[in-house]
């Protein structure tokens, strides 16, 4: 049965998940969300630790479907990604993301920037480079206003290809970050030569932070790997005021969870950060 997630949207229990039937409906109706603008972005804010003010956003993708609700990109992205839809999705995601980032800079919040999630098809698109450059030119950005935010996993698949990818990427200007870092398995040497701005510390080990030595010992060493390697270090999923002393405490560079602030539609997203 359906229920209300934390994030305000439906989710699917695993059996409802697994239905084939539920998934082919899913994939025919995700095939007219695009023209039938049905899809929409979220923001979340990304802070440099407690006290101060926003320095830029992460779009967060949602479906807002006609009968089922607001679905959370989980219900769908693993459906557009093996049926390649995510290709039409991803452009517009980039589309949308820096035309709101133009938005926040003609209101006069030039310094904001904007990061958008790529998925494993997009990376491996030949066309994404060119996807990049035309968004940024559409929307007259910076390109170092742009970060693109790969998982781990994705990065270190094909890593001589990602690493041609990326260095053409960051030659343009735009950020990278390594998403759900720690996660999947780094090689330091290859991370060496990545040429990312930023590593985001999977939520998972920011959950039981105050409570689990480990999971403090890993996040402490993610922030000093970060520190050597000269990237910046952001904790996803900060939830609690201690996780977030705990966090700035170490040293962490920039926070982001509901602790600070959640998902937001623009509006509510400009009114909680201005
Ligand atoms: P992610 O990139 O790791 O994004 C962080 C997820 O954690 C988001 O879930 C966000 O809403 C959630 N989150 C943020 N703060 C907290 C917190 O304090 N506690 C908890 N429990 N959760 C928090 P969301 O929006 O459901 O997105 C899930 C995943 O879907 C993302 O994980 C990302 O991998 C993917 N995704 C989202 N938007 C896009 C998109 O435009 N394109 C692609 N390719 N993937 C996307
Ligand atoms: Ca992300
Ligand atoms: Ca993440
Ligand atoms: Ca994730």
């Not at 095939?31 to 407690?50: M, N, T, V, W």
């Not at 201690?242 to 962490?252: E, I, S, Y």
């Amino acid at each position: 049965t359906k229920q209300s997630g934390r994030n305000g949207y439906t989710f699917f229990t695993p059996a409802m998940q697994a239905s084939a039937a539920r998934r082919l409906r899913l994939l025919q109706d995700l095939r007219r969300a695009l023209a039938r603008d049905e899809l929409i972005l979220h923001y979340q804010p990304k802070f440099p630790g407690s006290g101060q003010p926003v320095i830029g956003a992460e779009a967060l993708l949602r479906w807002q479907h006609p009968e089922l609700g607001l679905l959370g990109p989980d219900t769908f992205i693993p459906i557009a990604e093996r049926s390649g839809l995510i290709l039409p999705i991803g452009d517009w995601v980039l589309d949308r993301a820096c035309a709101q980032l133009r938005a926040w800079h003609d209101a006069g919040h030039t310094s904001w920037s904007m990061a958008v999630n790529l998925s494993p098809l997009q990376f491996t698109s030949p066309s994404l480079v060119d996807t990049v450059r035309d968004a940024l030119q559409r929307h007259a950005l910076d390109p170092g206003h742009l970060t693109l935010e790969v998982t781990e996993t994705t990065a270190m698949k094909n890593v001589e290809a990602s690493l041609q990818l990326l260095n053409t990427l960051t030659a343009m200007g735009v950020k990278i970050a390594i998403d759900d870092f720690g996660t999947g398995y780094s090689s330091l040497l290859y991370l060496k030569r990545m040429p990312a701005s930023e590593l985001k510390i999977d939520r998972a080990f920011v959950r039981d932070l105050e409570n689990n030595a480990e999971d403090a010992a890993i996040v402490s060493s993610i922030v000093a790997l970060g520190r050597s390697l000269q990237l910046q270090v952001v904790a996803e999923g900060v939830e609690t005021e201690a996780q977030r002393d705990f966090l700035d405490q170490l040293g962490c560079d920039l926070l982001q969870g509901y602790h600070l602030g959640k998902p937001m539609d623009p509006e509510a997203f400009l009114r909680q950060a201005t």
